[in-house]
């Protein structure tokens, strides 16, 4: 047996490893993270408003709901658990919601090994796939809070997967079960449904290919789609034609923080999402994805239709970019509505990585890039480890000095937790009266045990209040107001501040 393939061999042993030791880390810290204020007030009320229609047939709540052209499939299931679990304390339903986002990530990870070794038919870059999408702190935090961004990332992960083994074997099985992934996808987000075009432009251009099976694939699609959102049983052409309306140019205006201007979600610069994807994303995987981008513009002149797969990976990555930029979509808090794009990001600089090795002739240089790569991801999992859980903050040198003066840093307040746990530990007081700058902070009451909550007082007037919490959203300066007797700092930047006012 030569060296190349027990190398291989080694590396399938070190993924078992891996996702191992990756589900024992998630199980153990899921319980860390705070309430974000989607979680509550539209999420978790999505998944109610769907499973009441679903149960009782109540058109006129669903169609009342502003979420009702957001995606109810997952936040149905969410739901759904806690119905069956009997749930009713609120710290419970939300440690419940935290444990199943982290696991249904966990399972896009394994899927998202197997698409890497179907691009790369080697299980080392496979596992370096899987350990550099897990190696991005915001992708790894918000995996555990965030059932609308991170679970589409997810199912986009499933469902490409799903396309290329549709794509490859061409039977009525694997024609099903990719449009029932693709269903759950566009209910989650209606832009999931780049991935079943790309599945028929792609099933087109395959040699032979039978298109039968296309057709029930497009069928069981639309029938998946209708089947998961309850809205569509009313009326399926009228309403998934308003989702797509609230899509490209969602009607409410958010006012946002970019480089150091407050300015709407509706009147964006182009450079916006470009921006913030280079400014959080670890550097050396952009760099690396420049160079795969090389690469795969290379390799086509010798072979336009070679690579399905990773020039797959380049439309998923580029369409939604170039689509909000040429649309003026309305987009906000970073890039997070589509950050389903992230893996397809990661594909493309292992591509990258992987060329660059090979077109590298000289072992010495081949092994220095490769130890050089190794210690840029656990450099990255240590930022994790010294800053949990607040890997959400992450930002790469691009983002310069000065961060909190230029982007919002925790945009939606999870810290606010953590200055009430530090609060209540620390003040022994019976009734603790609280006021914050926005109210993301009384949202965080509701996963903190039982006991502690009683002892809180939500304050809307500050002359009311003991303590004075802030995240510094939409107020970047220090405040004057009492005195600092706790902080949240990450990478030298302060994202929570708790001030004693009496």
């Not at 590396?11 to 199980?27: N, Q």
């Not at 040699?207 to 694939?217: D, E, G, Q, R, S």
């Not at 470009?274 to 795969?296: A, E, H, M, R």
Request: a positive charge.
């Amino acid at each position: 047996m030569n060296s190349p393939i027990i190398k291989d061999k080694l590396f399938k042993y070190s993924a078992i490893v891996f996702f191992i030791g990756f589900f024992i880390v998630g199980i153990s810290i899921f319980s860390e993270y705070g309430i974000s204020c989607d979680e509550r007030n539209f999420s978790r009320l999505n998944g109610y408003t769907n499973y009441t229609f679903i149960t009782n047939g109540d058109a006129k709540s669903l169609l009342a709901c502003e979420e009702k052209y957001h995606g109810p499939s997952y936040e149905i299931f969410l739901y759904s658990a806690e119905v069956f679990l009997n749930l009713r304390d609120t710290r419970d339903i939300y440690l419940m919601r935290h444990f199943l986002n982290f696991l249904f990530f966990y399972i896009s990870i394994i899927f998202f090994y197997l698409f890497g070794l179907k691009i790369f038919k080697r299980h080392g870059a496979a596992l370096l796939c899987c350990l550099m999408l897990v190696a991005s702190p915001r992708i790894f935090a918000e995996s555990f809070y965030n059932s609308k961004d991170l679970i589409m990332l997810s199912a986009c992960i499933i469902a490409s997967y799903t396309a290329f083994v549709f794509i490859e074997r061409q039977t009525i099985w694997t024609a099903i079960i990719h449009a029932l992934i693709c269903g759950f996808l566009l209910d989650i987000r209606i832009i999931g449904v780049l991935i079943p075009f790309l599945t028929t432009i792609f099933y087109l251009v395959q040699k032979p290919k039978k298109i039968v099976y296309l057709i029930i694939f497009i069928f069981y699609t639309i029938s998946f789609t209708i089947a998961f959102w309850p809205v569509l049983w009313l009326n399926p052409v009228i309403h998934f034609i308003g989702a797509l309306k609230e899509m490209s140019h969602f009607p409410i205006p958010v006012i946002v923080f970019y480089l150091g201007e407050f300015i709407t979600s509706q009147n964006l610069p182009w450079h916006y999402v470009p921006v913030w994807v280079l400014i959080t994303t670890p550097s050396l995987y952009i760099l690396y994805f420049l160079i795969g981008v090389f690469f795969i513009v290379k390799n086509s002149y010798k072979s336009f239709f070679a690579e399905q797969q990773i020039k797959f990976a380049l439309l998923m990555f580029a369409t939604p970019v170039l689509s909000i930029i040429i649309l003026n979509s309305a987009i906000y808090d970073s890039y997070r509505h589509i950050f389903f794009i992230y893996p397809f990001l990661i594909l493309l600089a292992v591509y990258g990585f992987t060329q660059l090795i090979q077109s590298i002739k000289i072992r010495f240089v081949t092994k220095t890039i490769t130890f050089l790569t190794a210690i840029f991801i656990l450099h990255i999992y240590l930022f994790m480890f010294v800053n949990r859980p607040f890997q959400n903050v992450y930002f790469n040198f691009l983002a310069g000095e000065n961060i909190r003066q230029n982007f919002e840093l925790d945009y939606w307040g999870l810290s606010f937790r953590q200055a009430l746990e530090y609060i209540l530990e620390n003040d022994k007081s019976k009734e603790i009266r609280i006021a914050a700058s926005n109210e993301e902070c009384q949202l965080n009451f509701e996963i903190l045990p039982i006991e502690g909550r009683k002892r809180l007082f939500w304050k809307k007037d500050v002359e009311e209040a003991d303590y004075y919490l802030t995240n510094f959203r939409y107020h970047p300066n220090e405040y004057e107001i009492g005195h600092s007797v706790f902080n949240i700092k990450v990478g030298g930047e302060k994202i929570m501040e708790v001030y004693k006012l009496k």
